[in-house]
């Protein structure tokens, strides 16, 4: 039996107990993500809410993670804690989940679409890039990871379950 680490809105979880799973539920227009680091056989993840913290005026308290341009740092700084810190980045792997287009019929707001464009930009920066990524559409997601394999599962009401 493994132990759920539930990772709510601009929260984030590491592990590299493989008795672990982190989930994130009901992204919407949030993004999820994921980084893998076979080297130390650790996993985490962020759930990102907006694309710029600049509309908190600084004010982000205990939520780095609501924001991409402060989940991110924040999500390498844990994983460097448990030893996923390589220069650059190296063998960091990463992939992305969620940006979806919801309650926004018109697309006026267009939040899923620049979450992806903020979170791709800001790994770019970083020298990283997703390897996989299940983005956009119209349906909400949840996303769970297994520490022991690294196996990322995605389900969605009235879908199949399936992985990236």
Known sequence: MSNLNIVGVGGYAVSNNPAETIKTFALG???????????TRSV?????ALPDSAVARGNIGDRPGYFADT???????EMAKVGANSPGNKGMVV???????????????NVGKRNILAIKKILWSLGMGAVAEDLG???????SISVATGQITISSPGKKDWQI
């Open 137 to 143: 559409e119209n349906f909400s997601r949840t996303v």
């Open 44 to 48: 985490g993840m962020v759930h990102v």
């Open 71 to 77: 989940g991110i740092p924040a999500l390498l700084k």
């Open 29 to 39: 227009s949030c993004v999820a993500v994921i980084m893998l680091h076979p080297p």
């Open 95 to 109: 992939k992305l989940a969620g940006g979806a287009k919801v309650l926004d019929p018109n697309n006026v707001f």
